[in-house]
């Protein structure tokens, strides 16, 4: 149990800014083991965005509480899947071959399909999250944000497994990761990215799983086609990605609900 908790704590370490106990060990072999928590961070990021939210919605509009809650996960995760989804846009937008979408996703510069396509994703979220709070309160928005960070993270997680990582440098952030999940791994993840959805309608549930899977899909057949395969960057991009189609997801079974 001490060893998973380690692991859980290197995830954390790791994925967000959040501080980790001083005796929680690192190596690059634990950083790989300890993929199978992601979705489990998403709990915490989620966490922090539904009580935030909810806090600043006690004394604010609904507008400018979903803003600031999403600068505290924001501010959590320090952008680190932003920043992928931008260089994800820049890369596969101004990239012809290969070569040159992993050159340009490696420039720390933002270019113009990044700052377009980050700042319509925000924009998106933003305005779901918003319609949630109509339909449904802050109560819904809450959840909503409970239930995508982990979701979000396990699309993510599901293509480290499936996928095979494309980037040879071996400075590479990401590159630790880069290791297939062990079938236990696997649904170990599975458990935690799943499992807040029991707290759904299940028309609610089964749109929000069938959006992120859908979305996954797609992103997964445009890396494999564009690259071979995934890198640190498009991780990043598929989290964002999926985080916003599990918002529309919800916001359509909400919908059929109601019909």
Not at 127 to 134: G, N, P, R, V
Not at 207 to 225: D, E, L, M, S
Request: proline share 5%.
């Amino acid at each position: 149990m001490r060893y998973q908790l380690e692991l859980f704590f290197t995830a954390l370490g790791f994925f967000t800014r959040l501080p980790v106990p001083a005796w929680v060990p690192w190596s690059t072999e634990r950083l790989n083991h300890a993929a199978r928590y992601f979705p489990l961070v998403g709990w915490v990021v989620g966490a922090l965005g539904a009580v935030s939210y909810l806090v600043f919605a006690l004394a604010l509009p609904p507008a400018l509480a979903v803003i600031l809650s999403m600068a505290v996960t924001i501010r959590a995760t320090g952008a680190f899947h932003e920043d992928g989804f931008a260089d994800a846009c820049d890369g596969l937008g101004g990239g012809w071959d290969k070569a040159q979408v992993l050159t340009i996703m490696k420039d720390s510069r933002i270019g113009s399909y990044g700052t377009v396509g980050i700042a319509l994703m925000l924009l998106a979220k933003a305005a779901a999250l918003l319609e949630l709070a109509a339909a449904g309160g802050g109560p819904a928005v809450a959840l909503a944000l409970f239930v995508a960070h982990p979701l979000s993270r396990l699309a993510s997680t599901s293509l480290i497994h499936l996928l095979p990582y494309v980037r040879e440098d071996e400075t590479a952030k990401s590159k630790p990761l880069a290791k297939r999940l062990t079938p236990a791994e696997l649904a170990i993840a599975a458990v935690f990215g799943l499992l807040p959805l029991v707290w759904l309608a299940p028309a609610q549930a089964l749109a929000a799983v069938a959006a992120v899977a859908g979305v996954t899909a797609w992103a997964a057949r445009i890396f494999v086609r564009r690259l071979g395969g995934y890198t640190g960057d498009l991780l990043g991009a598929t989290q964002q990605a999926a985080e916003l189609a599990c918002y529309a997801g919800l916001l359509a079974g909400a919908r059929a609900i109601a019909l």
